[in-house]
């Protein structure tokens, strides 16, 4: 396990114009989220929540890694065993940056990616920005069922959740980057590790400052140098 897990959620990706869930405007205010984000969506709306997501899939295609991503790859690749990188977001950023797959850890799933809906074959496909459809007719080319997103819905296990809890167990040096704090309770874990880093755009009602040793308000590229110089040096202590 890594002594320091660096935790990113939508802020991170916000710097490169992905919109948001609690963005106003964009994709999301064109979409109601209960009827295309739940755990039921697929059986009560299916048409409907297969092209919200291939409108999501289709626009993380131009966009691009910014300062912050390029620069925990490079501390990843630095510090390959001491480092855990675990996103909330569903975007290729980092993978575009030039991390490998096995070095992220997607916690609500991988938007370039769909799977199978049969959950005794469960196969997983890279179809990158395509609709759904346009991959074999929207079918699994294993079994024949319907495939889906390759996401976590709202009510649905979060499998990843397990990768987690076992990282945070070993966990010397804790860095949150643009999370509100609301999915996961990100200030247990500060006061549970040796040293901890908050870097948010602004406040949260959900996050305690006092649970942090360092608390940094500002865009993620701008605060990225000086967290990953507190990580160099503790990892070269």
Not at 10 to 39: H, K
Not at 150 to 167: D, H, K, Q, S, T
Not at 192 to 211: G, H, M, P, W
């Amino acid at each position: 396990m890594a002594k320091v897990v660096i935790l990113s959620g939508a802020g991170i990706s916000a710097e490169s114009g992905i919109s948001t869930f609690r963005d106003s405007g964009g994709l999301w205010e064109e979409y109601d989220i209960s009827v295309v984000c739940n755990y039921d969506s697929l059986d009560k709306n299916e048409d409907i929540t297969i092209e919200f997501y291939d409108k999501r899939r289709a626009e993380i295609e131009d966009k691009e890694p910014n300062y912050a991503h390029r620069v925990i790859k490079e501390l990843k690749d630095k510090y390959k065993a001491d480092i855990a990188v675990i996103t909330q977001n569903v975007d290729n950023l980092f993978e575009k940056a030039g991390m490998s797959a096995e070095d992220v850890i997607h916690l609500h799933g991988f938007m370039p990616t769909v799977a199978c809906r049969n959950e005794q074959c469960s196969e997983v496909y890279d179809i990158g920005y395509k609709a759904l459809s346009s991959f074999n007719d929207g079918k699994c080319p294993e079994c024949g069922t319907k495939l889906r997103p390759n996401i976590v819905f709202f009510g649905e296990a979060a499998p990843m959740y397990e990768r987690l809890n076992a990282e945070i167990k070993k966990c010397e040096f804790f860095v949150v980057i643009g999370t509100s704090g609301n999915v996961i309770e990100v200030n247990s874990i500060a006061a549970f590790c040796d040293y901890s880093i908050l870097n948010n755009l602004e406040q949260s009602s959900a996050i305690a400052e006092r649970d942090f040793d360092k608390v940094i308000y500002d865009k993620a590229s701008n605060a990225i140098e000086t967290i990953a110089q507190d990580i160099h040096n503790f990892l070269e202590a």
